[in-house]
């Protein structure tokens, strides 16, 4: 389902302008903010910065009618539909959604490097991001909210050299990853990524002190997903296949990773935790069929009983499963409570239904 765009637009210190024309985009996901920053570029001669979301088609989570707000240095000479909308303050607002939040953070990467235009490709609840080309090929500048912030200690530790700077509001320019996202990846490229990330989980098991002192969050602790009446058999068969905890990605698919062919970097650490390595090849197959997932959980499982003798790997899974499942309805409730009550849309459907799903699994 495409989007038709209502765009209103303001200066960064506040005044509203008003709102364009609305106008029709292809790509329906509401943080893909490209193609409306080229619209207005193209149609209407302006720059801007994208803020935030500030309406949706009720029911949906991407596509129909969805309106933006934007800031533009100074009026235009355009005409707008007039607006009586009342832009009020709110805690949980990102700075880069507040007025001059996009200005701050491209002066922050200016003072980090030096750049000859910058285009603003996505922002939403959980990141805005930039593409920053220099004489030397392009730069990324991706700001995260608070609860994210420990991505750019994630990546600084994983030693990927991708991270150039960063700061503690969750601002940090990346260096360009040749290849593209591997959505779609076949079974072969599942088996190398599971691979190599269990080398870097392996890696992280003497480090985990030095994570948790980094920011990430220490998910060790499963009784905290709630009182169901089923989790505390599963967190007993969970413990006793003896496996140790790690650092764990979180949302561990084949999108999140770059590949181009030779070489893979997993990104997106902004969901990662101390937990069960579990969690991540649950996720990296969750979309295949049982008889595709099974050969790599089989390796994964081999890998671990190499590393740690006794331990039970595939029982692990399997009480894992609906705790996966409950633990994704946690991490979008958790998402919901710290995001303001305007970006809730992005969200809302899932904490039902990663409930639902958990509940199900249990039963099985």
């Not at 765009?5 to 893909?32: K, M, N």
């Not at 691979?195 to 992280?204: D, G, I, M, P, V």
């Not at 740690?308 to 979008?332: E, K, M, T, W």
Request: glycine letters at 8%.
């Amino acid at each position: 389902m495409s989007r038709m765009v209502t765009l209103v637009l303001a200066t960064p210190d506040g005044t509203v302008l008003g709102a364009l024309p609305a106008f029709h985009v292809e790509l329906p996901y509401w943080q893909e903010v490209r193609p409306i920053v080229e619209f207005a570029r193209a149609q209407h001669g302006l720059d801007i910065a994208v803020l935030r979301i500030l309406s949706t088609e009720p029911g949906l989570t991407r596509g129909g009618r969805v309106s933006y707000l934007a800031e533009v240095d100074a009026p235009p000479e355009v005409s707008f539909a007039p607006t009586t909308l009342d832009i009020l303050p709110h805690p949980l607002r990102a700075d880069y959604a507040e007025f001059g939040g996009p200005g701050r953070t491209l002066a922050w990467a200016r003072s980090h490097v030096s750049f000859v235009s910058a285009q603003q490709l996505r922002t939403w609840n959980l990141s805005a991001i930039w593409r920053l080309d220099t004489d030397h090929g392009p730069v990324w500048l991706k700001q995260v909210p608070r609860f994210f912030r420990h991505e750019p200690a994630v990546l600084s530790y994983l030693d990927s050299g991708l991270v150039r700077a960063f700061d503690d509001s969750g601002r940090m320019l990346l260096d360009h990853i040749p290849g593209q996202d591997l959505y779609g990846a076949d079974l072969a490229t599942r088996a190398a990524i599971a691979r190599e990330h269990f080398a870097t989980q392996a890696r992280a098991l003497g480090d985990i002190d030095k994570l948790i002192a980094a920011g990430v969050p220490d998910r060790r602790d499963l009784s905290r997903l709630g009182t169901q009446p089923w989790l505390a058999a599963r967190m007993s068969a969970v413990a006793s296949a003896g496996m140790p905890d790690t650092l764990v990605h979180g949302d561990l698919h084949p999108g999140n990773v770059i590949g181009d062919g030779s070489r893979r970097t997993i990104i997106d650490w902004g969901d990662s935790f101390i937990g069960h390595p579990g969690f991540d090849i649950l996720r990296l197959t969750e979309d295949l069929s049982p008889a595709e997932a099974q050969p790599l959980i089989a390796a994964w499982a081999d890998r671990w009983r190499e590393l740690v003798p006794g331990c039970d790997p595939l029982a692990a899974v399997d009480a894992l499963r609906p705790i996966a499942a409950l633990r994704n309805a946690f991490v979008y409730a958790d998402f919901l409570a710290n995001i303001e009550p305007s970006e809730h849309a992005y969200h809302a459907a899932d904490v039902p239904y990663w409930l639902a799903e958990a509940t199900r699994l249990a039963s099985v």
